[in-house]
């Protein structure tokens, strides 16, 4: 009832939106130091996501903590 009451009222029900987002668009920080292994993952998330490879994973903590890389 209270789902048909809020469509009435032109208010989108939340669970729609829940299942309309597909997850895409994702900032994915790939730490690895093996050029075969990331050479291989990257491509796998690009097409739906932005990949951003450190070989380094001291330089990976020091950005984050630079600003450089944002967790939400």
Do not use: W
Request: hydrophobic residues 35%; negative net charge; charged residues 25%.
């Amino acid at each position: 009832m209270r789902a048909m009451t809020s469509l009435e009222m032109g208010m989108e029900a939340p669970e729609r939106s829940a299942v309309a987002d597909k997850g895409m668009g994702g900032r994915i920080l790939l730490v690895d130091d093996r050029p075969s292994s990331y050479e291989r993952l990257a491509p796998c998330s690009a097409p739906s996501h932005s990949v951003d490879v450190e070989t380094n994973p001291s330089e990976a903590l020091f950005s984050r903590r630079r600003g450089q890389i944002t967790i939400s």
